[in-house]
């Protein structure tokens, strides 16, 4: 078993590997510890994050999706993950390692749950994205303050209720009224939605879980990026 394992005993392929298995399980102690080893081999930060953290959740990414692994233990492996990331994070900020892309994400006003956002924000930061997550019950007005504040690439609105989901498209009018709504992507997501809804409420995308979020993010993300014309035909 991995605690049985002397992490500092395997090459840097072998530990890397074992670093993908400890975060499937969701093996907090086991990742920090790997960092740290990996870091102390003159490993860059960014090779570090992207090579054993962010690939380890792209499997945890579509096992969830397939329906191999399921909420509590995702949300294990992204604990697992944020652990590790607390690490680097200063590091990469150091080193100006690049991001995919910046997202701000909430549940909308009159709704307060949030592990479904939770675990797509996770999900999101595991991908090697940048995430604010700002909380539950959200008011227009606090998702323009963060969109001034860090100037994102996508926003993320999450609704659980039926009467909340209205909201997002008071968002959506508010960032089409200022003139804003095509400098972001516009990804919705929560158990009453559907595909329908969110093209109605003029969204990006509708995201059924966390790990549809992170493909759908970075495909949007890579048209953005590659073409202003793709973007604004998507």
């Known amino acids: ?137 959200n008011a227009v007005e606090n998702f323009l303050a963060a969109i001034a504040e860090h100037q994102p690439d996508i926003i993320g609105m999450s609704a659980l209720l039926t009467t909340t989901m209205p909201y997002m498209k008071v968002v959506i009018d508010t960032l089409k009224e200022k003139g804003m709504r095509n400098d972001f992507i516009v990804l919705v997501g929560g158990a009453p939605l559907n595909e329908a809804f969110a093209n109605a409420i003029g969204a990006d995308a509708y995201c059924r879980d966390a790990a549809v979020a992170v493909e759908t993010a970075k495909n949007l993300m890579a048209r953005r990026q590659g073409s202003v014309q793709e973007r604004a035909r998507a």
């Open 1 to 137: 078993m991995a605690d049985e394992l002397d992490l500092n005993s395997l090459n840097d392929e072998e530990l890397v590997g074992q670093m993908h298995d400890d975060l499937y399980d969701g093996l907090k102690d086991e990742i920090e510890q790997a960092v740290h080893i990996l870091l102390g081999r003159g490993w860059q930060p960014y090779d570090v994050l992207t090579q054993a953290l962010v690939e380890g959740m792209r499997v945890v990414g579509e096992d969830f999706r397939d329906g191999i692994l399921f909420v509590p233990e995702v949300l294990l492996a992204a604990n697992a993950m944020k652990a590790g990331m607390a690490i680097l994070r200063p590091l990469l900020a150091e080193t100006g390692a690049p991001k995919i892309g910046k997202m701000v994400i909430g549940t909308v006003k009159g709704d307060i749950h949030d592990i479904g956002k939770n675990l797509v924000a996770m999900m999101m930061e595991g991908a090697g994205f940048e995430v604010i997550n700002i909380g539950i019950n």
